[in-house]
């Protein structure tokens, strides 16, 4: 059972353009969301991350925003860069402590043309 | 700053021997540290769960007595894919946590002959 899809494995912009990746769930209890950024040969990294209680949270060229309603949140860059081109994970959790297990999305290659 | 070594980064091995994956955790203690695995095109995927000198929780259809997890210290743990197979030839990484944050090992890609 999938519950965090990422239905597009890749999207493809250009630069200085925004890119949106989305992401769905469907586990009612998950109340914490994250997005990993991952480059080939190396481990995710954090990128953002968005709590229940909001439905937007901004960070530079990063935005989350989430839809409780619809389970679903979606990852906003804008404008993108080269340097953006890698795979984005979206993952959730229920707590926000580092105790509580992460579940991970199939992930989103995003490449961004110059 | 905190992170998480993982080693190795990939390993080639032969049907039936032993891999063992090392993850230390740098500048932090782990008190949990997540195994997943991630085959390809798919999600990665939640392995198993230990806390530092206790035995770690298995997820459903993970075989504990072929993926052997040692998390004896909050700076090491290790996961041993004993007798492996060319079907548990995937991407292995651990995410350590110290009850405020977590941090991802680089992952290890296992291949079995």
């Known amino acids: 059972d999938q519950q965090v899809k990422q239905n597009s494995p890749s999207l493809s912009v250009q630069e200085g353009r925004i890119s949106i990746l989305n992401c769905d769930y469907t586990n009612s209890m998950f109340d914490y969301f994250l997005w990993y950024k991952k480059y080939p040969a190396e481990g995710p990294t954090f990128l953002i991350s968005i709590s229940s209680i909001k439905d937007k949270n901004e960070d530079g060229r990063f935005t989350v925003f989430l839809n409780k309603s619809a389970k679903h949140l979606s990852l906003h860059i804008v404008p993108s860069q080269p340097g953006d081109s890698a795979v984005y994970f979206c993952?959730?959790?229920?707590?926000?402590?580092?105790?509580?297990?992460?579940?991970f999305g199939e992930g989103t290659q995003l490449t961004v043309n110059p | 700053g905190a992170v998480v070594s993982q080693h190795p980064s990939w390993v080639i091995c032969k049907s039936g021997t032993s891999v063992k994956i090392e993850c230390r955790s740098l500048?932090?203690?782990?008190?949990?540290m997540f195994w997943y695995r991630q085959f390809p095109k798919q999600s990665l995927m939640l392995m198993a769960t230990s806390n530092e000198g206790s035995k770690a929780t298995y997820e459903q259809g993970v075989e504990k007595d072929k993926f052997l997890i040692n998390h004896a210290s909050l700076t090491l743990s290790t996961l041993t894919v004993t007798s492996a197979h060319p079907e548990d030839s995937s991407f292995y990484i651990c995410i350590g946590g110290n009850n405020e944050k977590l941090f991802f090992g680089s992952g290890t890609q296992l291949s079995v002959l």
């Open positions: 500048d932090f203690q782990a008190t949990t």
């Open positions: 993952a959730a959790k229920v707590g926000e402590t580092s105790g509580s297990r992460l579940t």
